[in-house]
């Protein structure tokens, strides 16, 4: 038994076929089923139902690759100690994060990992939750930067900062002369909704679930295309604080403070359960803080390092 047999294992388990598994690992196919035939004969057991389209593993197999799983995440967690004490580099890093983030953290990470991390390879996409959820699970990327709850319980969610939502009012509409306004007092006909906006973690507007009393909802995801929306046709649109700072000065008059309650999103960094490069994260986890108002950080990624 060795390390790369195991690794072979999670590979199948991953892609549930044996073709996808050895490319996936750089090898042939017939190395790669070789492999973990011999484990299988070595554990006198059978771990995957090869009769099963797609391949599935057996019922002792989705326990030894559970166990397979540990023995791996320990192994790694001893190659990420050995290269933090050698002060080698922390490598590439591939971070999912959706367009309602991208605008405000985006530019002032580069700056930052730019100057301070330059031997860092960063790689970037912008995708849907849906998306970046599917890719986290996969390892097709490491780390995500999203609202939360993600609601999976193979991911792992550490808080970065918490920013209020506002309301962006159009002059045309009655409620834009009100310096704040309820947010349970919002007309939900008047709404412009984002396709991934507030409503699947936080129900407290009034245009949540009542998509027939909507103007509509917009299928692009931007913020920024959002607000153009709302001062050519009239009604709002609800914005993130951080959103504040990129509007020129008359769009800045139209923004108006929520209230009972005052509603918020909370902003985490989202791994997967078996992710242990926690210089990595530490490294992204300080990037961030260098961009986020220090009033809207975590108070406890403040004090304390992000640990495994």
Known sequence: ????????????????????????????????????????????????DRTAHPVSPT???????DRIRQVLFSADQLRELVSERKGESAGSLSIGLTSTIAPYLLPGMFRFMTVSHPDIRLRVEESRVSAIVERLEHGDIDVA???????????LEIPVYRERLMAYVSPKEEIHSRAALPT?????????????????????????????????????????TLIRIVDENGGYA?????????LDEKQRQNVRPLYDPEPFREIALVIHRHFVRERALNILADTIKSVIPQEMVSERLKKYRITL
Not at 60 to 65: A, H
Not at 191 to 214: D, K, S, T
Request: net charge negative; charged share 20%.
């Open 238 to 246: 609800i914005i993130p604080e951080l959103q504040i700072p990129l």
């Open 184 to 224: 349970a007092g919002l007309p939900p006909e008047r709404a412009w909704v984002l396709r991934e906006g507030y409503c699947p973690n936080r129900n407290i507007f009034p245009f949540c679930g009542c998509q027939q009393e909507r103007r509509a909802v917009y299928e692009a995801g931007s913020v920024e």
């Open 145 to 155: 930067l999203m609202a939360i709850p993600a609601g999976n319980s193979d991911l």
């Open 1 to 48: 038994m060795n390390l790369q047999q195991l690794e072979y294992i999670v590979a199948v388990d991953k892609h549930r076929h044996f073709a996808r598994a050895a490319e996936s690992c750089g090898v042939t196919q017939s190395t790669l089923s070789s492999m973990v035939q011999k484990l299988e004969q070595e554990l006198d057991v059978t771990i995957f």
């Open 59 to 65: 019922d002792i197999g989705s326990e030894i690759i």
